[in-house]
């Protein structure tokens, strides 16, 4: 399995940017696919996540700026965020959850930074 994340990269406060994450490989089905973040010296954090059921979940720090959609037909989330503030400077992962024939696998992305200016 691959994911390929593009994005990223320094902003000022009140700018955009948009991640996407492409996954790819021995996928049988996807679960879950999203993003978390972390910040330094902090745990990883959800930011969004999409479901199989189109469900999607967001960290209340990010509800009303940042969006995930996605491309069912190509693996693909992305992540548009808006308003970025200077703590949502970080490392950002895709996730993926999936399905490799009966099993249920999680699987990160390298991560890519976003750094929020003030």
């Known amino acids: 399995v691959q994911l390929q994340a593009s994005g990223g990269g320094l902003v000022q406060a009140g700018g955009s940017l948009r991640l996407s994450c492409a996954a790819s490989g021995s996928i049988f089905s996807i679960k879950a696919m999203g993003w978390y973040r972390q910040h330094p010296g902090s745990q990883r954090e959800l930011v969004a996540v999409?479901?199989?059921?189109?469900?999607?979940n967001y960290a209340d720090s990010v509800k009303g700026r940042f969006t995930i959609t996605r491309d069912s037909a190509k693996n693909t989330v992305y992540l548009q965020m808006s308003s970025l503030k200077p703590e949502d400077t970080g490392v950002y992962y895709c996730y993926l959850n999936y399905y490799y024939t009966f099993e249920l696998r999680d699987y990160w992305g390298q991560g890519t930074q976003v750094t929020v200016s003030s």
């Open positions: 999409f479901t199989r059921d189109g469900t999607t």
